[in-house]
């Protein structure tokens, strides 16, 4: 019945994948905290490793389930109806409910991205297996973006395996043929990896990092290589436009390093959603 449901009002399965979207929203924001930091005991085992030098003593175990989640001020636990997203947020007025220190607001605002998102790529797409890998792969790019902005890092671990899972997805076409899927993700990695080349030549530095190579290369698995001038240029545009806009009103150094990673994803998830029509419309102009 539910199922049924689902696949009959279009409404009704949009604001089901909503709710599921705020969920997530919630489990993206464990992601995009601890994962990080996971990645910086990793470099400081590999690094004592390298170095010969006594291994430290094994740390309490910390991963994306272990310990739950706490307020950083105090410590309190933060239980079940504390964890509700947004609106848990908007009851405790934005602070911990048991010392009174203040919770960033930037929590609820990826759980809202991340429902929003959601409910539109089910509304865009319908009932059905695509909408599922879309969700998957809009998830995947919220997660990139909010870790970028925070840490000028692209996770291997989250990258990697978005390149594989497009190729796997388009095994059947989902999105693209695998033979389009195939030749996105090569001509996406090489495509910025010859641009950072171009760059580090002429300017003697580096321009953008190796993840952001591997970025392009997963929107290219996804959606094919016919997507990518769509996605450069506009991650490029929306790029340049808010990193000028930083460097006048904002005072940002014109030497501090801005993420382009965001820009791809949101490049990405507009050629998910836009691609082939504003592709179309841009011909027969």
Not at 41 to 69: D, F, G, M, V
Request: proline content about 6%.
């Amino acid at each position: 019945m539910f199922f049924d449901t689902l696949q009959s009002s279009p409404i009704f399965f949009a604001g089901t994948a909503t709710v599921l979207g705020l969920l997530v929203g919630s489990f993206l924001n464990v992601v995009i905290h601890r994962l990080p930091k996971m990645m910086e005991r990793e470099w400081h085992t590999q690094c004592s490793e390298l170095r010969n030098e006594e291994a430290p003593p094994p740390a309490a175990s910390y991963n994306l389930i272990i310990p739950r989640s706490a307020c950083p001020s105090c410590g309190h636990q933060i239980r079940a109806w504390e964890n509700i997203p947004v609106l848990s947020w908007l009851v405790l007025h934005g602070h911990c409910s048991h010392c009174r220190a203040p919770i960033s607001p930037r929590y609820p605002i990826i759980e809202a991205l991340s429902g929003l998102l959601s409910g539109l790529v089910a509304w865009h797409f319908g009932f059905g297996a695509i909408t599922l890998a879309a969700l998957l792969f809009t998830w995947t790019l919220i997660a990139l973006t909010f870790i970028d902005f925070d840490t000028q890092l692209l996770p291997d671990s989250i990258t990697q395996p978005l390149i594989w899972l497009g190729l796997l997805f388009n095994l059947n076409n989902l999105f693209t043929s695998l033979d389009s899927a195939l030749i996105g993700a090569v001509a996406g990695y090489l495509a910025l990896w010859s641009i950072y080349w171009m760059f580090k030549l002429i300017a003697k530095k580096e321009g953008m990092g190796y993840g952001d190579f591997k970025l392009l290369a997963a929107i290219g698995a996804w959606l094919g290589w016919q997507i990518l001038p769509l996605v450069i240029m506009l991650s490029s545009l929306v790029g340049a436009t808010v990193g000028i806009s930083l460097i006048l009103f904002a005072g940002h150094g014109r030497q501090a390093p801005i993420p382009f990673g965001p820009y791809l994803a949101g490049g990405g998830l507009i050629a998910l959603l836009w691609g082939k029509q504003i592709t179309q419309a841009y011909l027969s102009f």
